[in-house]
Nanobody, 125 residues
């Protein structure tokens, strides 16, 4: 059974930082490309970051490039998302899920039956 459990969300001021974690079970983050998506109120879910296990490449959404960093700890089978210089528009529920980047720069979840429960990130003064 695949289980993805996110943690680390919270309330942070603009310009602040947060680190999200995703503990995976039932899949290996070394074998299955895993990444992060987010959904803001009233908006569609969008891809944030993904580490491809096919070639080791890393995908970032245009709105987070240079501010967010995705990483993984193979020993803990855990994904991380370090978020810096946070903006109010980064406010969303962040989800961990399998991921795949398709042209032209879109991130999808190829296994939509597998989503974490999400963790809320609120950027506000």
């Amino acid at each position: 059974q695949v289980r993805l459990v996110e943690s680390g969300g919270g309330l942070v001021q603009p310009g602040g930082s947060l680190r999200l974690s995703c503990a995976a079970s039932g899949i290996s983050v070394d074998v299955h490309s895993t990444g992060w998506f987010r959904q803001a109120p009233g908006k569609e879910r969008e891809g944030v970051a993904c580490i491809s296990t096919d070639d080791g490449s890393i995908f970032y959404g245009d709105s987070v490039k240079g501010r967010f960093t995705i990483s993984r700890d193979s020993a803990k089978n855990t994904m991380y998302l370090q978020m810096k210089s946070l903006k109010p528009e980064d406010t969303a529920i962040y989800y961990c899920a399998p991921c795949h980047a398709v042209p032209p720069g879109i991130l999808i979840n190829p296994y939509p039956q597998y989503w974490g429960q999400g963790t809320q990130v609120t950027v506000s003064s």
